[in-house]
């Protein structure tokens, strides 16, 4: 089975810290993603990767970056953590298919960030 | 991706069929009809995807209506563990760049004892 682990499950930070999210991989995808999840929004993609070192904006970028060094793990960096990032934090990956109609993301347990 | 309407909640008595309905009716040609449920407090996990022929996996099976606006998702005998919401979701064929999965608010099934 694919299993994709995040660093933490809950994590509590207050205003103004960095913050990293680690996520790995242990299935060879070269696609991974960082997700977020809030209530009322579903889930909204933050950034994703095809390849280390290889990193692309989703549809809320701002306030955070990412890294991917090695090709089983991608971290999520907040740089000044705020309040209204409060928020769960999930990581997925998949391989990189022909056509995404057949791709399958497999997901991490989430990351529950709480900002003080 | 084309918009899915699913009921916002379902209960269904434990181990009995379960029919969790997904309407698409501006689904396109080429748009897979894939299916994922979070469990609480975990992740979305993939549950079972198909274009036009039903089809069958070891967790549920999907029934593609003939005209492909609508779909839905069988849980043939659940269980409590089966409690999660489910999510119909929309693929484009071949849209490199669009990977990213767009979920909407799900059914929330609620299985009882």
């Known amino acids: 089975d694919v299993k994709v682990t995040q660093s933490s499950r809950y994590l509590v930070k207050r205003t103004g810290e960095k913050v990293f999210l680690e996520c790995v991989q242990d299935?060879?995808?070269?696609?991974m993603f960082w997700y977020r999840q809030d209530p009322g929004l579903g889930l909204r993609l933050i950034y994703f990767?095809?390849?280390?070192?290889?990193?692309e904006k989703g549809d809320i970028p701002e306030g955070y970056s990412v890294s991917r060094e090695k090709k089983e793990r991608f971290s999520l960096i907040l740089e000044s953590a705020s309040t209204n990032q409060t928020s769960m934090y999930l990581c997925?990956?998949?391989?990189?298919?022909?056509?995404?109609?057949?791709?399958?993301?497999?997901f991490g347990p989430g990351t529950r960030l709480l900002v003080l | 991706d084309a918009k899915t309407t699913q009921p916002n909640s379902m209960e269904s008595n434990e181990e009995e069929p379960v029919h969790l309905p997904c309407n698409h009716s501006?689904?396109?040609?080429?748009?897979?009809i894939h299916w994922y449920r979070q469990l609480p407090s975990q992740g979305p996990e993939y549950v079972i995807h198909?274009?036009?022929s039903n089809v069958n996996n070891r967790m549920a099976s999907l029934a593609i209506a003939e005209d492909r606006k609508s779909s839905t998702l069988i849980l043939h005998r659940a269980t409590l563990r089966d409690a999660a919401v489910y999510y119909c979701?929309?693929?484009?064929?071949?849209?490199?760049?669009?990977?990213?999965?767009?979920f909407g608010t799900g059914t929330r099934l609620t299985i009882i004892p």
């Open positions: 997925a990956s998949s391989f990189l298919a022909v056509s995404t109609a057949q791709e399958t993301q497999y």
């Open positions: 299935m060879d995808h070269e696609n």
């Open positions: 990767s095809y390849d280390v070192k290889m990193k």
């Open positions: 501006t689904i396109s040609g080429t748009d897979y």
């Open positions: 198909g274009l036009t």
């Open positions: 979701i929309l693929r484009h064929l071949a849209n490199f760049g669009n990977e990213k999965l767009t």
